[in-house]
C-alpha cells in the first residue's frame, strides 16, 4: 500500500469520527469506536534490542554493543529478525483479541540521541557518540524494522528529538542549550538521516527543552525542521509524560490545556501520557480547532493502515508464533554477541589454550547475572548463558568454579542486592585456580533510565564517575593478590576504567557491554579463540569524568574523539583482534556529485580468520567554523580468512564532509580535505595502541 492511499483511506475513515473521538484517537491507549469497526490500540512498544516487555522473545546485544559492531548489515539483520518475531506475537494477540500495552506494532526505537557524555546511564540505548556510525547503524535497523513490502513490516520511531542525552534527574525541567553549529553538525544528522534515508515511520519528543522551547512543542524542530526542511510525513508522538511536564516541570504553560494545544499544533499528533485527555476542553476554549484534531487523526490512522491493520486478509499473518527465539534467531544472536565483544588489551595470553586451563574460577557479580546479560528495554529468552556458564560449555574439561564476591555496589543507605560481602569467597575460589576470570561492571539497577538512586557513584541512573564502586575494585584487587592470571570482562553500559593496577596485572580486558542473553557464551568463545576478536568502540574511554565539561553543558568542544584533544584511555573506533590486516591499493576508485567510492585491498597477514571492521575518516579545515579533529565517514565488515585478501569499495557519502557553519549551513570546507583509512582512527593512541597507521588519501 503507498503512503498516499492509506492517507486517503485514514481521511476517509477520520471523516466519520466526532471531533470527541478525533480527540480520543490521539492517546497512546486509543480506545476501540465500535461503530466503525475501530478496536482498541496500544501504540507503545520497545524493541531497542529484540522485541520487549510481552513475554519471549531473543535479547539481542543492547544497542551500544550492536554499535560496536560496526557493522550495519549485521545490524539490518538483527532488525528484521526483530520484526519477523513482533509479527509473530502481534498475529498470536490478534487472534486472543489481545490488544493490550506492548501488544501492537508500532515500536518506539531506536535511540538515536547522541551518547556525548559517558556518564548519562541511558547511553545503553544508542549507538554511541559519533552522528554518523548512530545514522549508518539506525538506518539499516529500521529497515530492518519495517520491511520493504507492500505494508509495514513494524513501525520504527527514532527518538528523542532533540538534543536529548541526560542528567536523567533533572530530564523533565531541563534546557539543553545548544548554539547552530552543534545542532546541525552532531545533534540533528541522525534523525535527518532516518527521516530521508532510513523513511522512518515514527519521531519521538523529548523530555527537556532545547534552547528554551519543550521538545515537544517545538516550533522550529518539530515544525520548520522536521516537517518543513526534511519533509516528514510520518507520525510524531511524546515522550511518555512529557507533555504534562511542559505545564507541571517546566512552567511554559499556565494549564494543561494550554500545554495539550501547544503540543498539538506543533506538530505532536500522538500523547504518550494523559495530557491529551485536556484535548477537548482545549477545543472548547478554542485554543485548537477540529482540522488540529483532525490532521493528527488522519497522521496516526496512516500508519495503522500501513502496518495493514483493517486489510481483509492481514499482512504477515503467515508468520508462525515459533519464530520467536528460533534457533536461526539464537544463532544470529550469538553472532551479534561475538563481533560486539571489544578487546581492550591482550598481553599475548589469549586465545586461551582449554587443555592449560586445568582450574578456573569466574568471579565477580555480573559472573552468573542475568540482567547483566539483558541491560534494559528488553525481552525476556528462552535461556540465559551467563559468562559462568559460557566457560562451563567452552572449557568444558577444566573444572570451573563461579561465585559473585561482591555486590556490584552497596553503602549503608542503599545494599542493591541486599547481600553481605562476600570477597572471602571470591579470593579462596582465585587462589585455588589456575586462570581468575574476573567479570566486572555495572547493571540496569544502577545505570539507565531515571533510577532512583543517589549515592557517591550513581545519580538518578547517571553516573557521576568512570570507576568502578569500591566494593568490586576491593575484590579485584584482592584477586590479583593470590592470582597471577586474571582476565577481566566487563558488563557495563558505558566507559569503565578499571585503574591502573587492576589493568596492569590483568593479562586481557574485555569491554562486553550488555550482550544479550547469549552474551555469556560469546565471551568464553572469544577467551578460547573460537573466534577472533572484531568489535571496536563507538565512545571514548576517557581517564576520568575530570577530562570531561560539565555534564549539563551540550557545547561539543572537548567532547567526544571529534572534538577532544586530551590524552585517553582508549579511542574512539579501537579495538583489538587475534589476527592482522594490511591495506593495499586505496584509491578513489569513483566520484558522483554525492559521493566518493574508496576501493582497497585488505589483506589477512596473520594466521586466524577474522572480519575487518574498515573504518574510513576525513579530516578537514575551515576557516569559518570549528570542525571535528577527525570525522568517521565510512564502515564496512570484511570477513578475510588468515593468508587471504578481499577487493572491498566503501561509499563515502559527502554529506559527511561537509563544514557547519555558525548558523547551520552545511558548506563545502574552504581548507583541506584528506581520508584516512585503516582498522581504528588516524589518531596517535590508537596507532599507538593497534601497532598499524592508517592510509592517507589527500583530496585536497
Known sequence: MTKEKARELARALVGQMTVEEKA?????????????????????NEASHGVARSGMATVFPHAIGLASTFNPDLIGEVGEAVSTEARAKYNNSVEYNDFDIYKGLTYWTPNINIFRDPRWGRGQETFGEDPFLTASLAVPYIKGLQGDGEFLKSAACAKHFAVHSGPEAGRHSFNSVTNAHDLWETYLPAFEWCVKEGGVAGVMGAYNRTNGQPCCGHSELIGDILLGQWNFDGYFVSDCGAIYDICKFHHYTDTMEEAAALALKAGCNLNCGDAYTHLMEAYEQDLITEDDLTEAAVKVYTIRYLLGEFEENRPYSDIPFDKLDCDEHRDLNLRAAEECMVLLKNDGFL?????????????????????????NYNGM???????????????ANSSVRAAKGANIFVDNRNDCSGFTNMISEGIAYAKNADITVLVLGLDCHIEGEEIRVKNDYFEGGDRKRLQLPKTQMDLAEAVCEVCD???????????????????????????????????????ARLIAGKYSPSAKLPLTFYHSCDDLPAYENYDMTGRTYRYFTGDVLYPFGYGLSYTTFAYDNVTIAAETDDEYEISMTVANTGDRDGIEKVQIYASYTDSRTPTPLYQLCGVKAVDVKAGEAADVTVKVNKYWLKAVLEDGTRTEPDGKLELYVGGHQP????AQLCGTDCVKLVIR
Open 683 to 686: 589518531d596517535k593512541k590508537s
Open 381 to 395: 529468552a528462552s535461556e540465559y548463558i551467563t559468562v559462568a556458564d559460557g566457560v562451563r560449555r567452552v572449557f
Open 485 to 523: 592470571n586474571v582476565i577481566v570482562v566487563v558488563l557495563a553500559g558505558s566507559a569503565v576504567d578499571l585503574g591502573e593496577k587492576l589493568t596492569n596485572h590483568a593479562h586481557a580486558v574485555i569491554h562486553g557491554w550488555y550482550p544479550g542473553a547469549v552474551g555469556g557464551l560469546a565471551a
Open 351 to 375: 586465545p586461551l589454550d582449554a587443555e592449560k586451563a586445568h582450574k578456573i574460577a569466574v568471579i565477580g557479580p555480573n559472573a552468573m547475572s542475568q540482567i547483566a546479560l539483558e541491560g
Open 24 to 44: 480520543s484517537q490521539l492517546l497512546y491507549n486509543s480506545p476501540a469506536i465500535e461503530r466503525l469497526g475501530i478496536h482498541d490500540y496500544n501504540w507503545w
